[in-house]
């Protein structure tokens, strides 16, 4: 019996057949010409392949989203301390000239006694006493460099300073002055105070309570003293009065955004938060639909008590009605409204007052 011949696998003649090492097929002289030329040309892909690779990794390791992540880390860290420093040096300026004013005013007084009882010719050593002691304090008062000192805030991993002021060396004379502190976002020992009302309102009550003083056609500002910048922290709220129907907001904005008074606004890009007639804005955008999104405004009445989280962690914030016990939810963009974020209160109504609670 005659063994089978060797055939070439592409065109079957079995002469000057050859066998492929790798693959193990057999070719005639030309096609394997053509199977050495097919395997150079599959080598050349994977070098291409190889180096597309190489460039990717290259251009990935600097458009890395964490490298992007940082950058933004980074901005929104520059513009706190710059905000910080721009505070402090004003706080810093603003005391340094009430400083000056009251010891300029207790020097006239003082003046102004030591020439009535000069030309009245009444005054005794007990005066004179009197009179040496007073100008003592006010020289230690004018060279000290204690009354104001700079202190960082070491609870934070950004170490912010904050302008402290010790109580002053003469009551008597000059009174002292209040306290200016860029409070640790991370401290939640400290309580939500109202700091600042833009527009027809007013804060009483140790800043605990803001009251809307315009028409219904105007609206007051009401903006927080504290900052939040990480993990989640709530503030209790009781609507002391709120004419119907309900048309009170609570919401977060943007710390960038606090220093242009302007520009504050319920529907600001850098603001979110719950209105009255069901409004939710978030961005600068507003839904009314109360059945996509489940926020009823109508169902806050007076002596109600709301709760604001701001759950800076997950990028939300949560506001919580406590007797009908129904919670929403608003997430924040923060490539929109950066961290840290300030409590932003709204109020339109004649006489309509919130009071945060312990």
């Not at 002053?168 to 401290?187: A, G, L, M, R, Y």
């Not at 804005?281 to 109360?290: E, F, K, P, R």
């Not at 923060?334 to 109504?349: F, G, I, M, Q, Y």
Request: charged share 25%; proline share 2%.
């Amino acid at each position: 019996m005659m063994s089978k011949q060797k055939q070439c696998v592409t065109c079957n003649k079995s002469i000057g057949i050859l066998t492929c090492n790798g693959c193990e097929q057999r070719f005639c002289g030309k096609h394997v010409v053509e199977h050495r030329q097919n395997l150079a040309n599959q080598l050349d892909d994977i070098m291409q392949d190889h180096d597309l690779l190489q460039q990717e990794l290259k251009r990935s390791s600097d458009e890395h989203i964490l490298i992007e992540k940082i950058d933004q880390w980074e901005m929104r860290t520059i513009v706190r301390i710059q905000t910080a420093a721009k505070n402090a040096r004003t706080e810093l300026q603003q005391k340094i000239e009430v400083s000056k004013k009251q010891i300029s005013k207790a020097c006239h007084d003082i003046a102004a006694n030591l020439r009535s009882s000069r030309e009245a010719d009444d005054f005794s050593e007990n005066d004179l006493i009197r009179w040496i002691q007073q100008l003592d304090k006010l020289k230690l008062e004018t060279i000290s460099q204690s009354s104001i000192q700079l202190i960082e805030d070491e609870q934070s991993v950004i170490h912010l300073i904050k302008i402290h002021e010790n109580k002053s060396i003469c009551k008597t004379i000059v009174p002292c002055h209040n306290e200016f502190v860029i409070q640790n976002p991370t401290d939640l020992s400290y309580q939500e105070k109202f700091s600042k009302v833009i527009g027809p309102g007013k804060i009483i009550d140790d800043g605990l309570l803001a009251k809307c003083t315009g028409t219904d056609l105007d609206y007051a500002f009401v903006l927080g003293q504290q900052v939040y910048s990480q993990d989640k922290q709530t503030i209790r709220f009781k609507i002391g009065q709120c004419k119907s129907p309900y048309n009170i907001f609570f919401g977060c904005i943007s710390f960038q955004m606090v220093e242009n008074e302007n520009k504050i606004h319920y529907y600001s890009p850098l603001t979110a938060g719950w209105f009255g007639c069901n409004e939710i804005y978030q961005h600068g955008a507003v839904n009314y639909n109360y059945k996509i999104h489940g926020y009823k405004s109508d169902e806050i009445a007076s002596n109600d008590i709301v709760q604001l989280t701001f759950d800076c962690s997950q990028r939300q914030i949560e506001l919580f009605h406590e007797r009908t016990n129904k919670r929403h939810t608003l997430s924040v963009n923060t490539d929109e409204a950066p961290l840290p974020w300030k409590l932003l209160l709204v109020l339109n109504r004649h006489n309509d007052y919130v009071r945060i609670l312990p």
